[in-house]
């Protein structure tokens, strides 16, 4: 199937659409050489999908090659955006150490920005940064909060170390 015939059905009206099937064969012959061109002009138009599949794909995902500089820029750019997928694998980005070249104030912002959305991993990594003092300074106060806060969240860890503890607590002052 040509672009032109397949521009006559509802793929044409998001070019995002067209470039998600050609990545996976959805309709047409798996092309990843046009997916990442499609993909690319979606995303530098704005369209959020775009912009998240693109930070997937250049991660190195469904045979794409990686390129994980662009692919976190991409993600990153959606997440901010609010797409909710990009805002998960931000966060699983930033955990498996690919923002290696942010600086640590930068990577603050976007567990942030993950944390304020309502992400307990987020909340959990801000307190493990801030109250060891991962390249920033120490700040036990704030820290704290966003422990409480990833324990509300439900984050197990931060959970599990607040009863522990509360469990402490209790035998000290026996």
């Known amino acids: 199937m040509t672009n032109s015939s397949y521009c006559s059905s509802y793929f044409c009206l998001r070019p995002y659409l067209l470039a998600d099937a050609y990545a996976v064969g959805r ?90 959305r309502g992400s307990a991993l987020a909340m959990w990594s801000l307190w493990t940064i801030l109250s060891g003092g991962e390249g920033v300074p120490i700040d036990m106060p704030l820290a704290e909060s966003w422990l409480r806060k990833a324990a509300a969240a439900g984050h197990a860890d931060a959970v599990a170390l607040l009863t522990e503890r509360s469990i402490a607590e209790t035998f000290r002052s026996k």
């Not at 998960?88 to 104030?105: E, F, V």
């Open 27 to 116: 309709g047409v012959p798996i092309d990843r050489k046009r997916a990442l061109v499609l993909f690319q002009s979606a995303a530098e138009a704005g369209e959020p999908d775009a912009q998240t599949d693109l930070g997937y794909y250049l991660m190195g995902n469904n045979g794409f090659a990686p390129d994980f500089e662009q692919g976190f820029k991409w993600t990153e750019a959606a997440a901010v955006g609010g797409h909710a997928v990009a805002l998960r694998n931000l966060a699983y980005y930033l955990t498996a150490g690919y923002s290696s070249s942010l600086d640590s104030r930068r990577t603050i912002q976007l567990w942030t920005l993950l944390a304020q």
